[in-house]
C-alpha cells in the first residue's frame, strides 16, 4: 500500500515537468499564433522589414541572424572542442583528465551575462580597434558562444571516445597505424554518433543563448553581410522587445518565440534520431 | 489519468485563490497610466507620496502616452501621463506639466563635432550620412545608436527629429539608456540619444543649431529636442487626485523629479 503511494506520488512528479513543458507550448502557440495568421506565414518568415509599433512583422533577418552566428560559434567552437576532448582522452594522463574535465564543465556554470559583459568590456574594443566597424557584430557573438558551448560539446565528445571500445583502438595499433591514425580512422568514427549529438545539443544552446547574445550582438536590423556588421537574433529581439511591448507587437514577439521553439525541437529531434541510427548501425 | 488532472486542477485553483489575494489594505486607488518615459518617475514619486498617506493607493502603469491619454478618457484611470504635447483632439482634456526633458544627443568626447543641426541629426539616424567625414571630421563611418521599438525616448526622438522618416536598418538597437551611453562612452565615432537626466562626463551632449544644451534651454525651451512630461485629467483635477498633483508641483515634488534627472517647471 505505501508502495503504491509513493509511486503514485513519484508519476505525479514526472508528470507534472511533462506538464510544464506542456502547458508554456500551449502558451506560446496561444499568443502568437494570432498574428502569424494575420500577416501571413510567409510574410512573418521572409520579409525583412521589423517595425511593430508600425505594422511591419517581418523577421527574416533575425532568422539569418540566428543561423550566422550559431554556425559562427561552431566553426570556432567544434575544432576547439574537438582537439580539447581528442588530447584529454588521448594525449594525457587519465589522472590529469580527471582533474581537467571537470575544470572545463565548470564553464558551462559560468552565468551567461558574465560572458556578455567580458565580451563588451573586453572583445568588442579589440574588434572595434584592430579589425574595424561598431565592435558589436556577428564575430563577437560567434566568438562568445563558442566559448559557451565549449564545455557541453568537450564534455559529451570525450564519453563518446571513452566509450569506443579498447580492443578497436589495439586492434589499429596492431595494424601498424599510427597513434594518429588511429585517433582519426579508427577512434573518431567509432565515436562519431556522439560527438555529432555532442555538436547538435551544442548548436541548441548558441542558438537559444540570449543574455550574452545581446549584450555584443548590436541587435540591428539588417541582414548582415560581413562578419563585422551587427547583427539581432531570434532571442535578442525578444528580450529587447519585451519591455514595453503590447497588443500586435506582444503577439509578434510570442510568434518570434514559436519559430525559435521549432528550430530548438528540430535540433533536439535530429541529435535523438542521428545518435539512434547510428547505434544500430 | 482522470485522477492525475483532478489532483492537478485542485493544485492549480489553490495556487491561483491564494496567489491572487489582495493584500488586505483597503483604501481610496488612484490608477496613473500612460507613457513609459513617465513611469518611473511616477512611480518614485508616488511611493514617497503613499509614505504619507497610509490609506491611499496610487497604482502606476505602462502603455504608452496614447493610451494613457485614451484611459483617462474611457475613466479607466484617473490620471493620464504623457512625454508628448497634447494633439488637437485631445485638447479638452486638461493637462498638467510636471515636469520638463531633454533629449540629449551624445558623442564620445574625443569628437571633434559640438553641434549639428536637425536635418543632419535626422539623416545620419535615416543612414544617409554614412561618414564622420561628411560633417567634417575623420573619414571613419559613424556607429549610430538607438533605443528599441516601444521605447518612450526613441518615441520622442521619431516625433521631434526623424518627423516620418525612418530610423535606418543598420542602427545599433540597445534597450536601455545606461546601454547607449556605455557604447558612446566607449565608441569613438558613435552617436546616440538619451534622456537629459543621465548625461554625464563620459560623453559629449552636442548642441542643437547653436543651442547648448543644459537646464536653462530646456527650461525656457530653446533647446529644440525638448519633450513636456504631462500629466492629463478629464476635467480640473480635484480632491485626492488635486491633492497628488499639487504635491509634484510643491518644492518637495519637484525637488524629487530634479534629483531623477528631469528638469522641474518652478
Known amino acids: ?281 | 489519468m482522470i485522477w492525475f488532472f483532478r489532483s492537478f486542477l485542485i493544485v492549480l485553483s489553490l495556487i491561483v485563490l491564494f496567489g491572487c489575494r489582495p493584500s488586505g489594505k483597503e483604501g481610496v486607488v488612484i490608477t496613473v497610466a500612460g507613457s513609459t518615459s513617465v513611469q518611473p518617475f511616477a512611480e518614485k514619486l508616488a511611493e514617497i507620496y503613499m509614505e504619507h498617506h497610509r490609506s491611499l493607493i496610487i497604482n502606476v502603469q505602462g502603455g504608452g502616452s496614447t493610451a494613457g491619454i485614451r484611459s483617462v478618457r474611457g475613466d479607466a484611470a484617473d490620471i493620464g501621463s504623457s512625454s508628448r504635447d497634447l494633439r488637437e483632439d485631445e485638447k479638452d482634456l486638461r493637462e498638467t506639466v510636471i515636469a520638463w526633458d531633454g533629449i540629449a544627443i551624445i558623442v564620445h568626447p574625443k569628437n571633434n563635432i559640438h553641434n549639428l543641426n536637425l536635418t543632419q541629426l535626422r539623416d545620419i539616424f535615416a543612414g544617409k550620412i554614412k561618414y564622420w567625414s561628411e560633417l567634417g571630421w575623420v573619414h571613419k563611418s559613424i556607429h549610430f545608436v538607438t533605443r528599441e521599438e516601444g521605447s518612450g525616448t526613441r518615441c520622442a526622438f521619431e516625433e521631434m527629429v526623424m518627423h516620418d522618416v525612418p530610423i535606418s536598418d543598420e542602427a545599433l538597437v540597445q534597450d536601455s539608456s545606461g546601454s547607449v551611453r556605455e557604447i558612446v562612452a566607449h565608441d569613438p565615432h558613435a552617436i546616440g540619444y538619451i534622456s537629459y537626466g543621465i548625461v554625464d562626463k563620459r560623453v559629449n551632449a552636442l548642441s542643437i543649431d547653436g543651442v547648448e544644451l543644459n537646464l536653462r534651454t530646456i527650461k525656457e525651451k530653446k533647446y529644440e529636442i525638448t519633450r513636456p512630461f504631462l500629466f492629463v485629467t478629464k476635467e480640473e483635477p480635484h480632491g485626492l487626485v488635486r491633492d497628488f498633483i499639487d504635491f509634484l508641483l510643491s518644492s518637495e515634488g519637484q525637488r524629487i523629479l530634479e534629483m531623477e534627472g528631469l528638469v522641474g517647471v518652478r
Open chain 1, 1 to 281: 500500500m505505501k508502495e503504491k503511494i509513493i509511486e503514485k506520488i513519484l508519476m505525479l512528479l514526472a508528470f507534472s515537468a511533462i506538464g510544464a513543458l506542456l502547458l508554456m507550448a500551449i502558451f506560446i502557440f496561444k499568443e502568437g499564433m494570432p498574428i502569424i495568421f494575420k500577416v501571413g506565414l510567409k510574410n512573418f518568415l521572409f520579409s525583412a522589414h521589423w517595425a511593430p509599433t508600425k505594422g511591419y512583422f517581418g523577421i527574416f533577418s533575425m532568422i539569418v541572424s540566428s543561423l550566422f552566428v550559431t554556425i559562427g560559434a561552431l566553426i570556432i567552437g567544434v575544432p576547439l572542442s574537438l582537439a580539447c576532448a581528442i588530447t584529454l582522452t588521448e594525449f594525457v594522463h587519465r589522472r590529469l583528465m580527471r582533474i581537467l574535465k571537470p575544470t572545463i564543465e565548470l564553464l558551462a556554470g559560468i552565468p551567461s551575462v558574465v560572458y556578455g559583459f567580458l565580451g563588451v568590456v573586453l572583445l568588442v574594443p579589440l574588434i572595434r580597434d584592430y579589425l574595424g566597424g561598431p565592435g558589436l557584430s556577428l564575430l563577437a557573438s560567434s566568438i562568445i558562444l563558442a566559448i559557451m558551448v565549449l564545455p557541453t560539446i568537450t564534455s559529451i565528445s570525450i564519453d563518446a571516445i571513452l566509450a569506443v571500445p579498447y580492443t578497436y583502438k589495439e586492434g589499429s595499433l596492431a595494424l601498424g597505424a599510427t597513434h594518429w591514425q588511429t585517433i582519426h580512422m579508427v577512434i573518431l568514427k567509432a565515436a562519431r554518433s556522439g560527438i555529432i549529438t555532442a555538436i547538435i545539443l551544442g548548436m541548441g544552446r548558441a542558438i537559444g543563448e540570449t543574455m550574452a547574445v545581446i549584450m555584443v550582438a548590436g541587435n540591428a536590423l539588417k541582414i548582415p553581410t560581413s562578419p563585422l556588421d551587427p547583427v539581432r537574433p531570434l532571442t535578442s529581439n525578444i528580450a529587447l522587445e519585451m519591455g514595453y511591448a503590447a497588443g500586435d507587437h506582444r503577439a509578434a514577439l510570442f510568434a518570434t518565440g514559436i519559430v525559435l521553439f521549432v528550430f530548438i525541437m528540430i535540433f533536439n529531434v535530429s541529435a535523438n534520431i542521428i545518435t539512434k541510427r547510428w547505434q544500430r548501425e
